[in-house]
């Protein structure tokens, strides 16, 4: 059945900081630690993928030890994860891709999302159903800086949270352009840092993450 119209998201989720982190959580024993060297290094927002079953408990973790924390949902891909989500503490949700349906539940949800596109259409689609921000997913596979720059043309009230193949080189580039807001991606987070429990390396290069801007220039 066709969403309902209007389902645009009620907030915006791209002026938090310039760089989304997207974190796969092994063991939700590491959610605290990690958001508290995230939100240290200036990234408050933190995306928690559902790609592991530590997933949920590490969003609820974080929910209620880190205040400082906006903790996400990411790679929601069916209707029930938005419910689930949102109990755990969820304050924003994102997805790589949407349906009818999965965009229901999310504007439903009462709490802001990304919902995930890759061709001019679903953009088109999206802002036809009053959604204006937007995750570019996969990002480099999809077309890069070179698609998005030629998207701000002919749909200049869609804006973007690119994520996908994104590290701090290429970055500045995704955020130059008019139509990016903020880009997602895993850098700060890498899998031997979280692995040996290195909080001060993820801060350290979160710092450098929350500086970065268009031109590789500080904010």
Known sequence: MPAPWP???????????????????????????????????????????????????????????????VVGVGTVIRPEQVAASVDAGARFLVSPGWTDALLAAMAASGVPYLPG????????????RGVREMKFFPAQAAGGTAYLKSLAGPLPQARFCPTGGIGPDTAPDYLSLPNVGCVGGSWMVPSDAVA??????????????AGLSAGGTCR
């Open 7 to 69: 389902v645009s998201s009620p907030v915006s989720l791209l002026g938090l900081a310039p760089v989304l982190p997207v974190v796969v959580l092994h063991d939700a024993a590491d959610a605290i630690p990690l958001a508290r060297a995230l939100v240290a290094g200036g990234l408050p927002a933190i995306e928690v993928t559902l790609r592991t079953p530590a997933a949920l408990d590490g969003v609820r973790a974080i929910a209620g030890e880190v205040p400082d924390a």
């Open 117 to 128: 596109v890759s061709t001019t259409s679903e953009v088109v689609a999206l802002l036809e």
């Open 196 to 209: 040996d429990r290195d909080w001060g390396r993820v801060e350290r290069l979160a710092r450098a993450a």
